[in-house]
């Protein structure tokens, strides 16, 4: 359910480039000592240079990454009634790893994901610098510089694409 959960995560934020060492799972345990099994492990994401765009679309590189409309386009799903995730992998270092989710999995990451503040957001998207990408959107016809608040709105927008969403339970 957790690995379920992370993949959905990873199509959620388009997490395009997702060669090896982008990717690590690590020990927790403060006194393990060598040669002992791990008896608390941690799947996690390690470099989400390549994300929050709509992944990779040759030619298309100024939305693959770090773009608001990339991001706002992208779909989460490649079969939502069967709840696979879709992710464009970057294809020279991405692997299609598109994953089937559970209703367990699709409910973890939502609860998770609901938690979130919209302070939480600021203190995300904030030190990611990415109001500084010149970028524009087009509301109700008038062209304007993209926000901090349109990415939080974008974000709680996919947040709601998921808590909205059931997977068939399996």
Not at 31 to 42: H, I, L, Y
Not at 53 to 69: D, F
Request: negative net charge; hydrophobic residues 35%; contains cysteine.
């Amino acid at each position: 359910v957790q690995h379920e959960a992370l993949a959905l995560l990873a199509a959620f934020i388009q997490h395009a480039d997702n060669k090896p060492e982008q990717q690590r799972l690590v020990c927790l345990d403060d006194d393990r000592k060598k040669g002992e099994k791990c008896s608390n492990t941690m799947m996690m994401i390690q470099d989400l240079g390549f994300s929050f765009g709509h992944g990779y679309i040759k030619g298309q590189r100024s939305t693959s990454t770090a773009s608001l409309n990339g991001f706002v386009q992208a779909p989460i799903w490649s079969d939502k009634d069967n709840c696979i995730t879709k992710i464009n992998y970057y294809e020279w270092t991405g692997e299609n790893a598109d994953v089937q989710i559970s209703e367990a999995g699709r409910k973890l990451l939502s609860d998770l994901l609901q938690q979130l503040t919209d302070d939480d957001l600021v203190n995300l998207f904030v030190p990611a610098r990415l109001y500084l990408k010149p970028e524009s959107i087009n509301i109700a016809g008038q062209k304007r510089s993209v926000t901090i608040l349109d990415w939080i709105n974008a974000f709680k927008d996919k947040v709601a694409e998921i808590s909205e969403h059931n997977c068939p339970v399996r």
